[in-house]
């Protein structure tokens, strides 16, 4: 690994902790030559997924946007920064898991609005609201009757 300040390709590890659920290697390491301490991250490398939009374009899957999407949607919510982590890990195992290698938008989107339904109703009607573009307050009110449906399920259980 080449230290990120001089170049020097001899460094050494001074601390590693799994993160990520054990998904990923963060690892502190130090420069032998100039002694800058810097972070990596070790992760697998899976195979590329392909998300085909709406319109039928491809793009690669973007961890990154996902994470962005829902940090947004859950904004001034009690949901922490480690609980969205997980969500995004838990949706990328469910997506390679299904063996596609081309997986459309209104599969993750739903995969999120489910994940969401379950952590936090505030934040699943934001992302609900974004992802249906909803036009006026009925689809909202159907969207939240939906909502409270699934909460009404889960305490019959």
Same mark, same amino acid.
Do not use: W
């Given at each position: 690994?080449? =230290? ?6 001899? *460094?050494? !590890? ?5 993160? $990520?659920?054990?998904?990923?290697v963060r690892r502190r390491r130090a =420069? *032998? ?18 998300? &085909? ?6 793009? +690669? ?5 996902? +994470? &962005?999407?829902?940090?947004?949607? =859950?904004?001034? *919510? ?19 898991? =299904? ?12 995969? &999120? ?5 379950? +952590?936090?109703?505030? $934040?699943?009607?934001?992302? $609900?609201s974004v992802y249906r573009r909803f ?10 009757? !939906?909502?409270?449906? +699934? ?7």
């Amino acid at each position: 690994m080449k =230290c990120g300040k001089c170049q020097e390709t001899e *460094t050494k !590890v001074i601390e590693s902790r799994d993160v $990520a659920d054990g998904e990923a290697v963060r690892r502190r390491r130090a =420069c *032998t030559k100039c002694h800058y301490r810097f972070t990596t991250y070790e992760r697998l490398e899976r195979p590329n997924l392909i998300v &085909v939009k709406n319109d039928g374009t491809r793009e +690669l899957f973007a961890r990154e946007k996902l +994470l &962005v999407g829902l940090y947004r949607a =859950c904004e001034k *919510t009690q949901v922490t920064g480690m609980q969205i982590e997980r969500l995004v890990a838990d949706i990328e195992h469910e997506l390679y898991d =299904c063996g596609d290698a081309e997986i459309p938008t209104t599969k993750i989107g739903q995969l &999120v609005m489910d994940h969401l339904a379950e +952590l936090n109703e505030v $934040a699943y009607v934001r992302f $609900a609201s974004v992802y249906r573009r909803f036009k006026d307050i009925a689809s909202f009110e159907k969207e939240l009757s !939906v909502v409270k449906g +699934l909460k009404t399920d889960k305490s019959k259980s």
